[in-house]
Structures are given as structure tokens and as C-alpha cells.
């Protein structure tokens, strides 16, 4: 089991993927004084590593619990557990969402959050939803020949 970026890349280095996805990132264990210190330590090691096996890289993270609360359901990146700059370093940010309403029809909401370079994002759809299946642990866009458009116009 990998417990650092350092035994990521060992990983990356000995069987060569053509991506990695680091599931929990914020679990990685880092060097810090403090929470903030240790994730912006890890944040800059996943980057370095990124760079230097130049494949990508997708590492995943949790918003503070206490979002739900404070937004009304809507969390946001600013909420990113450990400090913000799980929103300001990654070059992408995508958050998933999920009303109790979606909940019950087994969808989510995705929002492209931010994208680095400048006029990336134009023309991008910046929100889709994702129906999900965790039973077969199937994910894919919700289009519209598979969504009641009336119920989803409801919740949007």
C-alpha cells in the first residue's frame, strides 16, 4: 500500500502506466508542522511527480463535511479538505455533487471548477451530470434519452 507520493512514484517508476489516479489523497502521509503545512507539501509532491513522469496524474480529495451545511448543499472548491490549495494548485478542479433529489434518481452533478489555461474553459460545458449504478459499479453521462428532462429541469 502506497503511503507517500514517494511510494506512488516508486509504483509509477517500476510498472510505467499511462496515468495514475490517486484515490483519498489527502490520506497520504506528508512532512508539515501543521494540516495545512502537510497538505500543501503533498500538493506540491503530487505536482513534482506529475511533471516528472509527465503522465498524468488525477488525485481525488473530500470537501469539509461542514460545507453541506454551510452552502445549502452546493459545496464549492474553496471547501477542499485540508486547506485550499487543493483548489488553487491542480490545473483542473472538478466537483461532484449530489442533491437528495439526484440521490434518489442515482445521479451527480459534475462542475468543471476551474481550468488553468487561459481560454480553456471557453466553449467547455462547465456542468453535466453522471448517472451512476454503484451496485455494478457502472458510471456515465446522463443524457437525455435516459433522464425524465421535466424531474431534472426541477432540480437544477
Known sequence: IARTVGDILQLVNTHKPDFVIVDGAYKLESKGKDMFERSSNLLHGLHH???STRIPWVATSQLNPAADKTKHGKDTASEARGNKD???NPATV????????QRLLNLVECRIAKVREIGAS?????MFLMRQDRQKMLFDEAIDEFVNTEILESLL
Not at 94 to 101: A, E, F, K, P, Y
Not at 122 to 126: D, I, R
Open 49 to 51: 511527480s506529475a511533471e
Open 86 to 88: 487543493w483548489a488553487i
Open 94 to 101: 472538478m466537483t461532484l455533487t449530489q442533491s437528495n433529489d
Open 122 to 126: 471557453e466553449g467547455l460545458e462547465m
